[in-house]
């Protein structure tokens, strides 16, 4: 069911979104390969399994966000050519951005880079039906551009555990191996499965509310903050403050925050916080999420 939704040959149960990419990743590569991460991919900087001295042993090498904070096919084509890497990692939503979209052109654009260098491409797809919510096309036309794909059930779809790695049969085949290495397998697995496929068939379609509720708290914020920033554009399910110029460190403001009612918390560094819209969260929300902010910017 899972492989059919992102148009792939098979997919394998993973017991979180970590492992999921740890497996994918360490079924392309061994130790000491290099893989190009964008520079604020989730594997690089929160998961960090695979690039552990450690552990996976292999070697980030970073391509940036253009201004549409998406990859720059150019800079991935050189990269490949200067470290000869053969696996591309790339996020879609992207969660440190604030939830941004690579859009079908880009994504199709790096494939024909990935060909030319004889490069696989793994999708860190933790927010896959969110970014074809706010791309307004489906999961499989996004991952008919990359060769492996990882997805969360346990995000915005609301199942309490799980993640599904998707991919032909002959990777799948390999990354069950190398999940059984890793110690995934899951015995009873059905009892995963199971709210998996409930999340799959009654919850994707309600994504968009989650869009629409991060845009009409992000519309309520645009042009009203006085110390606090806010990123340009909403395009799926994340927020995010920028406390730069705001005098007060992320974690106080969200203790602040707290006080009134409001859980959010800070991500990255001492400077950004970050709101998640899911199905936990209602359009009142929203509009109250939004005017606690507001009152907190007025107090800064
Ligand atoms: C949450 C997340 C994951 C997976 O996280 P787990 O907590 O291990 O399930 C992977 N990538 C991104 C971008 C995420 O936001």
Not at 235 to 243: G, P
Request: hydrophobic letters at 45%; proline letters at 3%; a neutral charge.
């Amino acid at each position: 069911m899972a492989a059919a939704l992102v148009g792939k040959e098979a997919a394998i149960l993973m017991p979180t979104g970590t492992f999921g990419n740890s497996t994918a990743v360490m079924t392309y590569c061994k130790a000491g390969d290099t893989v190009l991460v964008d520079e604020e991919q989730h594997i690089l900087l929160t998961e960090k399994f695979v690039f552990d001295p450690g552990f996976g042993r292999l070697t980030p090498v970073c391509y940036h966000q253009d201004s549409r904070h998406m990859p720059d096919p150019a800079e991935i084509d050189r990269l490949l050519t200067e470290t000869g890497a053969k696996l591309i990692c790339l996020e879609n939503s992207h969660n440190f951005s604030g939830g941004y979209c690579i859009d079908l052109p880009t994504m199709a654009e790096i494939r024909k880079v990935a060909d030319k260098h004889g490069a696989a491409i793994h999708l860190d797809g933790a927010r896959l039906f969110h970014a074809a919510a706010g791309l307004g096309v489906t999961a499989a036309e996004i991952c008919r551009y990359v060769d492996s794909v990882m997805f969360c059930v346990s995000k915005g779809l609301g199942a309490p555990v799980g993640s599904l790695l998707c991919g032909s049969w002959d990777f799948c085949g390999r990354a069950r191996g190398t999940r059984k290495l890793l110690g995934g397998v899951m015995r009873q697995g059905g009892v995963v499965a199971a709210p998996a496929i409930y999340a799959l068939e009654h919850n994707v379609a309600r994504l968009q509310e989650d869009i629409d509720n991060a845009r009409l708290a992000h519309g309520m914020l645009r042009g009203k903050l006085k110390k606090l920033g806010l990123q340009e554009e909403v395009q799926t399910n994340i927020l995010m403050l920028d406390l730069t110029n705001a005098g007060i460190l992320a974690g106080d403001f969200c203790a602040r925050a707290k006080e009134k009612g409001l859980f959010i918390r800070p991500v990255r560094n001492d400077y950004r916080v970050r709101l998640v819209f899911y199905k936990g969260i209602t359009r009142q929300n929203a509009v109250d999420a939004a005017n606690i902010i507001l009152a907190l910017d007025s107090e800064l």
